[in-house]
C-alpha cells in the first residue's frame, strides 16, 4: 500500500478506513472519525498559517497519520503492529463504550506515534525548533474536542455520569486529557530525537509501546467496582450501530 504525501491524501485514506469500518459496523471507525476531523483542523490550521513553519507541521502531520493507517493496513493483513495498536484494534467487537473505544485509539496514537513522527521530522538538535508549533496544536485541538463530547453525547444518553465520576475520580479512563497526553509524547519526541543509532531507537519505541499497552488494558479492564458499573450501565443505552453514530457526529 502507497501511503499518502499530502494531508489531503491522508484525509482520503481515512475516508475509505471510515466506509470500511462502516459496512463492517465496528467500533474502529469512531477514531477513525474523530481523528478524520482532528486532521481537517490542522490542515485548516496550516492553511491560516497559524503556526511557525506551517510546511513543516503539514510534513509531521502526514508523517503523524501514516503511523495510524499504515498500523490499521497491517492489522487487517496480518501484518506486524505495536502492542498499543494491537491492544485497540483487537477491540473493535468488544462490548465497551465508546468513549473506551476512541480512547484507545488516542492513546496508541498520540501516547506512541506522536512522539516518532516529531522525532522523524526534526531529527536531533533540530527538535528543540518544533516544540512551540507542537504545542500550538493543543489550541487548534481543543474546540474540536469541546464539540465532538457534546455529539457523542447525542449517542450516549448517559455520558455525562461519566463526566460526574470523572469530578470524583483520578481514574485513568475519566480522566484522559489530550494535552497531558501531547505533553507525554513531546517526551518521548525528545527521548528520540537525539538517539545515534536505529537500534537505540527501536529499543525506546519498545519500552513506550510496553507502557502504552498497559494503559489500553486499564481503559479496556478499570479497575475497581464503581467505574466498570458505571461503564456498562452508560453502554446499555448507547446506539449500537456505527453508522448512526458517526452520522449524528456529523451534524
Known amino acids: 500500500m502507497k501511503l499518502p504525501t499530502t494531508i489531503d491524501g491522508v484525509l482520503s485514506q481515512l475516508d475509505l478506513i471510515i466506509e470500511e469500518t462502516l459496512s463492517e459496523n465496528n467500533f474502529l471507525g469512531i477514531f477513525a472519525y474523530v481523528y478524520r476531523r482532528t486532521t481537517e483542523g490542522v490542515k485548516e490550521a496550516v492553511i491560516k498559517k497559524r503556526f511557525e513553519d506551517n510546511a513543516r507541521m503539514e510534513k509531521m502531520d502526514v508523517t503523524f497519520a501514516n503511523f495510524y493507517i499504515q498500523a490499521y493496513h497491517n492489522y487487517k493483513s496480518g501484518g506486524i503492529i505495536s502492542e498499543s495498536w494491537k491492544s485497540s484494534f483487537d477491540a473493535k467487537d468488544a462490548n465497551i463504550t465508546m468513549i473506551q473505544h476512541l480512547l484507545l485509539g488516542m492513546n496508541a496514537h498520540i501516547n506512541l506515534d506522536l512522539g516518532q513522527a516529531a522525532a522523524a521530522t526534526c ?129
Open 123 to 251: 531529527p536531533g538538535k533540530e527538535i528543540h525548533s518544533l516544540k512551540n508549533d507542537f504545542m500550538e496544536v493543543n489550541k487548534v485541538l481543543a474546540d474540536l474536542t469541546d464539540v465532538m463530547q457534546r455529539k457523542l453525547g447525542k449517542v450516549s444518553p448517559l455520558m455525562f455520569v461519566l463526566d460526574w465520576a470523572g469530578k470524583r475520580s483520578d481514574e485513568v479512563l475519566v480522566n484522559f486529557s489530550m494535552i497531558k497526553a501531547r505533553e507525554q509524547a513531546w517526551k518521548l519526541a525528545e527521548e528520540l530525537a537525539p538517539a545515534e543509532n536505529k537500534q537505540d531507537r527501536e529499543e525506546r519505541v519498545a519500552r513506550a509501546d510496553k507502557n502504552v499497552a498497559l494503559l489500553s488494558d486499564i481503559v479496556k479492564n478499570p479497575p475497581g467496582k464503581v467505574l466498570p458499573f458505571i461503564l456498562n450501565f452508560i453502554g446499555m443505552l448507547e446506539e449500537k450501530n456505527v453508522g448512526k453514530i458517526i452520522a449524528q457526529l456529523k451534524t
